[in-house]
């Protein structure tokens, strides 16, 4: 039986998650989304809702998810009357609501596998394993230096090269000491020098991992980012493009000299450790450091904050929060998995 089990690409900011949401989009199997912002956000809601064992929260959270613009819920190209009808209908946990709309953006392509897209999941795997106990995490991997330039470009960006440096930061850490708690089998990393220089290689690694026979088309993400990228999303124009390594290294003309010793002196052993050579800066000012060292605790102070609440908000949890839509969910849950070879896509899910 071929896996279903639901596919989660993380990474820094612009890392180039999105070319590999396009590779793996690409995968006659699988189908990844747009962005979404309701995964996490239904998450911190989700007493608000209510017992979901109720079909009246069901419709009110269904009403929620393909509702608020924020959600970016246009940008999957569904019904949402049909979607906000099959949660309402589905199974009473939270992660059965929120899989059931990617299982339909899967059902839009004739696809049985889906998952999902957002750099900041790397933040929340303990969320996402709870909502799918069964996931598997795919982290991309940048040159820090590269994705602290690239930050600083971007119109969404509101933080500033301290902030962009902490964020590398916490995505490194998280694959040195988070994903080797998680559950075995469900993580893989790969670098995103390696995956332009050699997108075969890199992608047929990704497919062992993913229980996926590998295929040419995922070398041709630029084929389906008209489908798969928001045209508003200008800052992702490139995908339009062939894959290239010419953006590998641009850190050197696109950060200052001060930048590039800032990123040197607190990232060094993170950079190395991931093969990535430093060129020889000098060591940053001891101002830019204690501004950076005071970004990076306030964020640690705000996250320790987040999991201090999550923990008080679980003694309140009226139902089980792991979805029941995949073989894996199922047989965790304790319910007979139909025999199939394959899951059934979800039909009558979506418009056009």
Known sequence: MQSDRPIFIVGCPRSGTTLLQ?????HPRIAIPPETRFMVAAYQRRLRFGDLADPICRRELAEWVVGRRQHRFQDLGLDAAEVAREIA???????????????????????????DKRPGY??????LLRLFPDAQFVHLIRDGRDCVASLKEMPWHTGNVYSAISVWAEAIDFARYGAPRLPEDSYHELRYEDLTRDPETSLRGLCDFL????DPAMCEPDRVAGVAVPARKTWHK???????????????????PQEISLCETVLAERLESFGYELSGAP????????AYEHTAAKRKLARAKRVAFDRLVRL?????????????ELEL?????????????????VSG
Do not use: C
Not at 239 to 251: C, E, L, M, N, Y
Not at 283 to 290: D, G, H, L, P, V
Not at 333 to 349: D, F, K, L, N, T
């Open 211 to 214: 229980g996926e026979e590998y």
């Open 283 to 290: 060591k940053a000012e001891r101002s830019q450091i204690i």
């Open 89 to 115: 209908t589905g199974p009473p946990t939270l992660g059965s609501a929120l899989g059931i709309v990617l299982r339909a953006y899967a059902a839009r392509f004739g696809k049985p596998r889906w998952g």
């Open 238 to 256: 490139r995908t339009h493009d062939k894959v290239t390594t010419t953006r590998s290294g641009s850190w050197k003309s696109r950060l200052s």
């Open 316 to 328: 309140r949890e009226p139902n089980p929060l792991a979805a029941r839509l995949t073989s894996g």
């Open 22 to 26: 396009l590779m793996t989009h690409a």
């Open 122 to 127: 790397f933040q929340s795997a303990d969320v």
């Open 333 to 349: 849950a304790g319910i007979p998995v139909p025999r199939r070879e394959q899951p059934v896509p979800v039909s009558g899910s």
